[in-house]
């Protein structure tokens, strides 16, 4: 059973959320604010965390910080704020996904499905017969270790940065379609949200690309997707 925690500070939101997710055999724990949530995740380790980001006694942001800080939790993050800056913002505090209100279930229940999909590891080695260890000229990537190095430091990933960059990184050298990297990344409904990969893929050159804005490492095909060259 897939064990969520909700954060959510609208008693009737936080309410309508744990009996629709009951019904689906989630199985559900709630906080009204950010350090009763911070406590929950480390008492209970739930399996997804869905944040709303207008919180009492904290953002939602700061929490997710705060997390980051000891937990690779999936996060998604469910606010009222609809600028791609808080996006963005929520996204480079570690958010696994982002969710609008007003939404509906089954778009919530397709969403925590994705998150939860994504941290369960492949049966498969990643890198198959090739080599684990990609090195550019920019950063190195340990595909066994899930580590990536650049100028002597580690740079911490999101678990959805690290997904996308692995699917690239086995295909290197080919064209990876957006359908298909949506699929592989966030699931099977998510083939058209091409927006995800631009917000996505620029995280990612930000943090691993000497030039972001001249990437040598990570190649956008206009219009079709992307591909990744040592
Ligand atoms: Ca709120």
């Known amino acids: 059973m897939t064990r969520v925690l909700v954060v959510e500070d609208d008693p009737q939101l936080a309410r309508a959320l744990v009996i629709n997710l009951k019904a689906r055999q989630f199985e559900c724990l709630t906080a009204a604010d950010g350090s009763t949530a911070l406590r929950l995740v480390g008492e209970h380790s739930p399996d997804v965390v869905l944040l709303d980001l207008g919180l009492p006694d904290m953002d939602g942001t700061d929490v997710l910080r ?4 000891w937990s690779r939790v999936p996060v998604l993050v469910v606010s009222a704020r609809r600028t791609s800056d808080e996006k963005v913002a929520a996204l480079d505090a570690g958010a696994d996904d982002y969710i609008t209100k007003p939404f509906s279930m089954d778009e919530l229940l ?13 049966a498969t080695g990643a890198a198959g017969d090739r080599s684990l260890i990609v ?5 190195t ?3 066994l270790a899930k580590k990536v190095r650049r100028d002597g430091n580690d740079v911490r990933l999101t678990p959805t940065e690290w997904h996308l960059l692995e699917v690239l990184i086995r295909n290197r050298g080919r064209l990876v379609g957006q359908r298909q990297l949506l699929q592989e990344v966030w699931g099977p409904a998510y083939g058209t949200q ?7 893929m ?17 190649i956008t095909a206009p219009g079709m997707g992307y591909r990744f060259e040592n």
């Open 66 to 69: 705060a997390l980051r800080a």
């Open 110 to 122: 397709a969403r925590l499905r994705a998150a939860t999909r994504r941290t369960t590891p492949a």
């Open 135 to 139: 090195r550019t000229a920019a950063f």
């Open 141 to 143: 990537v340990d595909l």
């Open 194 to 200: 091409s927006n995800y990969l631009r917000v996505y």
């Open 202 to 218: 620029a995280q990612l050159r930000r943090k691993l690309e000497r030039d972001p804005s001249h990437p040598r490492h990570l």
